[in-house]
């Protein structure tokens, strides 16, 4: 799309708001019911898209998580609609003397724009998609160039289904990303890294328009003392899995207790001999997006290799295959800090696994570095569990489990600090994309005329 288009489409979609600023509960759950209609319609092409433009991808998980995962959001908003978009009332001043009515009222920001990036392209675009909708808003969706198939099948699905005045697609490259960015949005959505988040929230503050930032971090998985069983190590290494972790809320990394460390990495290996015994050559395994982050993750792991760190491949005779990108899993046990693999978001198929011998010198070192957008504490002791989720600050967090905090539909999803700021998912999503305009109605018999001159009136009251 043309910056021009772009530019006609905000403008056809803001008359189009100025025309029904409060659409109705019945007009909102037509237009999530053919939300949910087009995704179901649309099952398979959502699938082969995916798996074009990622190389390799499991068609389970891209129905689990792009299909089903965004239509059970609609269902869930569908059974609670009314209850969100009734008014929540609040008490009055003493001097309106119980006659005025107070409450809060959730209305439809307006015109919604959402950058998504290329990991989730239904996910991230659809499902936010849910939230804005149902608070009453239009919405363009920008998705990411490097997910072309599901672009150009995004694009085709929507205006089959929504007229452009309330839902269009915008697809083209940074030039369009950056005007994206840059237009007067009621509110604006980013998913995507921290270094062009703070691009959007720059060019987004001089339309002072306000944004949701969903970003990426690196979430530890801490096995608490004696946490290091079949099943939890089977939790962190089926959730890197996911994608080849490619996943904001992906593990990426995992501390250990030292003593531990050999029954991590023998549950590991037994854990894929199970599960995935061919990982990157099966179905089970997902292409790295390019050849461009392909070549990162290798780097990352060619750094580890000459710095002479213990590498794990949990596959025998695993090999890239350059054509579908797939390649195998790595542990790589007791790195240095000043790796790369320890500095930066990994997003790939490589799991640090770091020894502690102090469990809170090991939350020190977490909290001395960014806060993250999901943390994942292993351990039977709930009191120990619950020290640990004390200690730390994260977006989300999971108990004995990993990543699941960020796909239920009933409850709030987002980062903290470099990891993001403000919600979708659930009653949050559908208030972070309303305005909660706060409302007085003057009763008959108020005073609030003591809050203006002559201020004797206001004597007697104040006295009392
Ligand atoms: P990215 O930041 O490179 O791109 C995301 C989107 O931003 C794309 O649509 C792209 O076109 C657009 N974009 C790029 N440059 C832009 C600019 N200057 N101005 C405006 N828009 C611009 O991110 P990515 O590589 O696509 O995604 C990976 C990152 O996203 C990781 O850090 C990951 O953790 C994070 N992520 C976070 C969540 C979450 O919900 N918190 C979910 C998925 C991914």
């Not at 009453?136 to 072309?148: A, D, F, L, M």
Request: glycine share 8%.
């Amino acid at each position: 799309m043309a910056i021009g288009s772009l530019e006609a489409a905000f403008a056809l979609q803001r008359a189009a708001f100025a025309k029904d600023r409060r659409p109705s509960i019945d007009l909102r759950r037509e237009r999530l019911g053919a939300l949910i209609g087009m995704m179901l319609a649309n099952r398979d092409r959502i699938s082969a898209a995916i798996a074009q433009d990622f190389g390799a991808h499991p068609v389970p998980a891209s129905d689990l998580i792009e299909v089903l995962g965004v239509v059970g959001r609609a269902q869930h908003v569908l059974e609670n609609l009314e209850a969100w978009m009734a008014p929540s009332p609040r008490h009055t001043d003493p001097a309106m003397l119980g006659t005025a009515k107070a409450y809060i009222e959730y209305q439809p920001k307006g015109v919604v724009g959402n950058i998504v990036p290329w990991n989730f392209p239904f996910d991230l675009s659809v499902g936010p998609m849910v939230d804005m909708l149902a608070a009453g808003n239009r919405v363009i969706v920008k998705p990411s160039e490097y997910t072309p198939a599901c672009a150009e099948l995004l694009a085709e699905m929507i205006a089959a289904t929504f007229d452009s005045d309330l839902v269009t697609v915008a697809v083209g490259g940074l030039d369009l990303a950056r005007a994206f960015s840059s237009m007067p949005w009621d509110h604006l959505l980013y998913t995507g890294s921290p270094a062009v988040g703070r691009q959007v929230m720059r060019a987004a503050a001089a339309n002072l328009t306000p944004v949701t930032l969903e970003l990426g971090g690196k979430c530890p998985a801490i096995m608490t003392p004696g946490s290091v069983t079949e099943t939890n190590v089977e939790s962190v290494i089926g959730t890197k899995l996911i994608k080849s972790g490619q996943m904001c809320v992906s593990v990426d990394y995992a501390l250990v207790p030292r003593a531990e460390l050999e029954t991590f990495v023998t549950h590991a290996q037994s854990f894929m001999a199970r599960a995935a015994p061919n990982y990157s050559r099966g179905d089970e395994c997902t292409g790295m997006i390019s050849p461009r982050h392909l070549q990162r993750i290798e780097d990352m792991l060619a750094e580890a290799l000459d710095r002479q760190c213990r590498i794990v491949t949990l596959e025998d005779d695993g090999q890239v295959d350059r054509e579908t990108r797939r390649m195998p899993m790595s542990l790589v046990i007791d790195p240095s800090h000043d790796l790369r693999i320890m500095q930066e978001e990994i997003f790939g198929p490589i799991l640090p696994v770091v020894p502690y011998d102090d469990l809170d010198l090991a939350l020190d070192a977490i909290n001395a570095g960014e806060r993250p957008l999901g943390l994942y504490v292993f351990g039977a002791d709930a009191a120990l569990t619950d020290h640990v989720l004390d200690s730390t600050h994260s977006g989300g967090a999971a108990v004995n489990t990993c990543a699941i905090q960020s796909a239920l539909p009933s409850m709030g999803f987002g980062g903290s600090g470099m990891s993001g700021m403000g919600r979708h998912h659930g009653i949050e999503g559908f208030r972070e994309f309303s305005n909660p305009r706060g409302v007085v109605v003057r009763g008959e018999a108020d005073l609030i005329d003591v809050f203006y001159a002559p201020y004797a009136k206001a004597a007697g009251l104040v006295q009392a």
